[in-house]
């Protein structure tokens, strides 16, 4: 870790963050130990009696011989499919507004919907399924009568399920909603009408809901000011206008403590190491630091470890342990792409290499290309 990200974890853990990277490190393992009684001081040894707690937290089975790395796994696949089992109907609340907006706008606001949901999700096919559900539901382009109806087992699970016992992530589901149906900057009145009527069928006053409103909007143009590169009464270009737009949610995310954790930061340079169609625009600000906040607030992890463990040090210790193991999971996926891409830029080398050869020497075409498949390429296992 980088001595930033380890003041953060001190942070979480008790420990003075003026100290050496190396005491934070020894201390923090220290507070670990502790908190699960581990006598073993050796780090390996207090990651496996961790995992295994928090596994055995999770109800998972512990087979015989199974390896750390595959322990680690099967921790990291339950937590992840528990919270989105939990999560999903919040989300399904913001994706019903992003349906009821205007259509251009869906693709921009399903993908930062997608940024909070990786706070849980640290899973790329995973991910990539909540997508498609979600745009599969906004391409019906329902009418609120039918999103009404479709939302009915959401408004259940908010007001009846997990949810009784966590009362503000029914705030939070609809904070969350109001922010992404913003990403393009306009609030229309059909998106303000689904948002009072889900309001009501989740208990909450009209008059409760004009504050959220006020809140949020409050918030909103507040960094739409800071967002915009132009003076706001001056008429932007149409492009400059909707990344302001989609740049003051996503600061508005942040500083109600939804996206904030440096699990975002390290996936963000993920995404946008590999170029392709995920990829975030690169203007957009790096979420803010800081593992206290990152399973709370609108992301909903906070109030999902809570559901599964006792105490406040196990919720800290969960959160630690499960956040590292995100992080590994994501520096991994980093250090493949990288391997991939350098692959394939050796190889476009090669044929940049042998075309150039074969324009000057006309003659050897024949005879390389009699060779090429006697070739092999050694593939990393």
């Known amino acids: 870790m ?49 995992l295994e707690k928090i596994a055995r937290d999770f109800g998972l089975t512990i087979e015989p011989g199974l390896s750390t790395d595959d322990l680690e796994r099967n921790v990291r696949l339950k937590i992840a499919t528990d919270a989105v ?29 997608q940024k909070v949901s990786s706070l849980a999700v640290p899973s790329s096919s995973t991910s990539q399924q909540l997508l498609h559900d979600w745009n599969a539901l906004c391409q019906k382009r329902p009418n609120e009568e039918q999103l009404l109806e479709e939302l009915k087992p959401a408004i259940a699970a908010l007001r009846e399920g997990a949810y009784q016992h966590t009362p ?29 009527n889900l309001g009501a069928m989740l208990g909450r006053e009209p008059q409760h809901c ?11 143009w507040n960094h739409q000011m800071e967002a915009s590169p132009t003076n706001p009464t001056v008429a932007a ?60 607030s609108l992301s909903g992890m906070k109030q999902f470890v809570q559901t599964r463990v006792a105490t406040e040090d196990q919720t800290q210790l969960v959160r630690l342990v499960y956040l590292t193991i995100v992080r590994q999971h994501v520096q991994a996926l980093a250090e493949r792409d ?24 006309p003659e050897a075409a024949p005879a390389a290309a ?10 990393d296992p």
């Open 2 to 50: 980088t001595p930033a990200e380890l003041v953060e974890v001190a942070k979480l853990t008790g420990v003075n963050p003026e100290e050496s990277p190396e005491t934070i490190r020894s201390r923090v393992v220290a507070w670990i130990a502790g908190r699960i009684q581990c006598s073993d001081t050796n780090p390996e040894g207090v990651e496996r009696a961790a």
């Open 85 to 113: 089992e939990y999560l999903s109907p919040a989300w399904r609340l913001a994706c019903a507004l992003v349906a009821m907006g205007p259509p251009e706008a869906v693709p921009a606001k399903l993908k930062l919907l």
């Open 168 to 196: 503000e992530k029914v705030e939070n589901a609809l904070t969350l909603a109001l922010v992404i149906s913003l990403a393009d900057g306009r609030f229309s009145l059909e998106e303000e009408r689904l948002f009072r």
């Open 210 to 220: 004009d504050e959220l409103l006020k809140r949020v909007n409050s918030l909103y």
């Open 237 to 296: 270009d149409l492009a400059e206008a909707q990344q302001a737009a989609l740049k003051a949610a996503e600061m508005t995310l942040g500083s109600i403590g939804a996206l904030e954790g440096l699990v975002m930061v390290a996936r963000d340079k993920v995404i946008a190491s590999q170029g392709g169609p995920t990829a975030e625009p690169a203007s957009l600000p790096a979420p803010k630091s800081g593992w206290q906040k990152l399973f709370g």
């Open 338 to 361: 990288a391997r991939a891409l350098e692959a394939e830029q050796m190889a476009a080398q090669q044929q940049a290499e042998a075309a150039r050869k074969a324009q000057a020497q």
């Open 370 to 379: 009699a060779a090429a498949p006697r070739r092999a390429i050694k593939m």
